[in-house]
T-cell receptor
């Protein structure tokens, strides 16, 4: 079956522009996660959805970052007024039930954002 | 909070050599432990996991044992292949904190 897909795969934005990154999780997966991966580092948690409810957004670095999952399937991560420090790979992951830590999270290929 | 510390790379090995990547963790609860792998040009994928103390996870010839007494989850493979060249990430989550906490990753290159 299809895995997690993300689009675009690459995005170049000028500083100050707004961007929107899309994630299509595996069909039937209740939980969806966003992570940010800086160059040479491990992924860091941004936010978590259970169906359409955003249960944890403690990792969002500023109020310029906003995520939504209005119908409990596709999710969009939006970054307003991008800054150079936002340059990173943004990873989306889904799982059957994120509340069970032993459940595997399946990752998408990521969107590489470069802010110039 | 939860954190993971793993061996810094890069690591370069010859084919059929023994590989070990050290991973230690700090957690407030009772974590599940994971090794994820990222092959060149591909996304992160789960390599193996262990959900309680003394469990051994294994897959594709890799093994790791959950050691609560030393808070470690070291990854090992007895005979690596060129196809094992990748970045390896140690990670944890616990029942109080479903999100994954990752180490910085270790880049492994296997030469023929």
């Amino acid at each position: 079956g299809a895995g997690v897909s993300q689009s675009p795969r690459y995005k170049v934005a000028k500083r100050g522009q707004d961007v929107a990154l899309r994630c299509d999780p595996i069909s039937g997966h209740v939980s969806l996660f966003w992570y940010q991966q800086a160059l040479g580092q491990g992924p860091e948690f941004l936010t978590y959805f259970q169906n359409e409810a955003q249960l944890d957004k403690s990792g969002l670095p500023s109020d310029r970052f906003f995520a939504e999952r209005p119908e409990g399937s596709v999710s969009t991560l939006k970054i307003q007024r991008t800054q150079q420090e936002d340059s990173a790979v943004y990873l989306c992951a889904s799982s059957l039930d994120g509340r069970a830590p032993s459940y595997e999270q399946y990752f998408g290929p990521g969107t590489r954002l470069t802010v110039t | 909070g939860n954190s993971v510390t793993q061996m810094e790379g890069p690591v370069t090995l010859s084919e059929e050599a023994f590989l070990t990547i050290n991973c230690t963790y700090t957690a407030t609860g009772y974590p599940s432990l994971f090794w994820y792998v990222q092959y060149p040009g591909e996304g992160l994928q789960l390599l193996l996991k262990a959900t309680k103390a003394d469990d051994k996870g294994s897959n594709k010839g890799f093994e790791a044992t959950y050691r609560k007494e030393t808070t470690s989850f070291h990854l090992e493979k007895g005979s690596v292949q060129v196809s094992d060249s990748a970045v390896y990430f140690c990670a944890l989550s616990d029942r109080f904190d479903y999100k994954l906490s990752f180490g910085a990753g270790t880049t492994v290159t296997v030469r023929a």
